[in-house]
């Protein structure tokens, strides 16, 4: 049986990095008066860095206009993040962001068959607060009985360390949960703690080589294109005892890619 899921956030519960972060960044380079912007196939390339600031220092690195001198770099970089977290906090709060399909009726189905919930993520509290507050309401906090963010970790994923920290709050041991990823580094991050990872691809890494899952799919919201193959259609969706039952099938396959 599962004891927990462990929920990745960005990509996983909600298409936050094309519609959010992205967005978001591109707004602060502006806030900012720098000429830079994001297209869809830059951010694409981008998300191979994990951590929005880590990932705009990347950026500039191959950028002749940005600040040479590493302190200002840095200074800059802190300075576009949080204001990109702001604007991701607007965005949020403007509607414009939905939980990807399947997401709310699974966590509802975890909290009535009593599988308790973590999450483990590598944005910050303060960005998953504004997810969560405008989709599960004020009290979401009580519905996750582990929380570990980006600023909760030295390493954030493919390092395990998060969800080593999530099974701690928990008191499990990794076979004893199941986790929720959207991207090969999550995915990664996952297999490193030894938690069976179900992946649900978020539409940047809908073709992507994914390795370990215990399932691979287009999205928790529909049975068709699921590796291994769903039988059965009690939901139109993918429910607990389909979780259940690619958990009990891990111990005869070795994955899939
Ligand atoms: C998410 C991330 C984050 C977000 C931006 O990865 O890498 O950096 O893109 O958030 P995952 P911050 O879904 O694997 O947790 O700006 O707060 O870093
Ligand atoms: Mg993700």
Known sequence: MIKA??????????????????????????????????????????????????????DMRSRPDAPAVPAERDRLASEVHARKNACYAELIHSGRISLRDGVRALMDECRERGVRMGIATTTSKRNVDALLR???????????????????VVGKKPD????????RQLGLRPLEAVAIEDS???????????????????V???SATIEGAIAIGPGLGQRDGWRPALEGAASDR????????????????????
């Open 238 to 257: 993918i429910d607990l005892d389909d979780l259940i039952a690619w958990r009990h099938g891990m111990e005869y396959t070795s994955g899939f890619g």
């Open 134 to 152: 405008a989709h599960l309401g004020p009290c979401w906090t009580h519905w996750f009985g582990a929380l570990v963010c980006g600023e909760d």
């Open 5 to 58: 899921l462990l929920w990745d956030v960005d990509g996983t519960m909600a298409e936050t990095e094309r519609d959010g972060h992205r967005v978001a960044f591109n707004r602060a380079f502006e806030d900012f008066g720098l000429p830079w912007r994001w297209d869809v196939e830059r951010y694409a390339e981008l998300l191979a860095v994990t951590g929005g600031r880590e990932r705009l220092l990347h």
């Open 184 to 202: 090969p580094g999550g995915a990664a991050a996952s297999c490193a703690a030894g938690v069976p990872v179900v992946v649900t691809r978020s």
């Open 160 to 167: 395990p360390e998060v969800y080593l920290k999530a099974l």
């Open 204 to 206: 940047f890494f809908a």
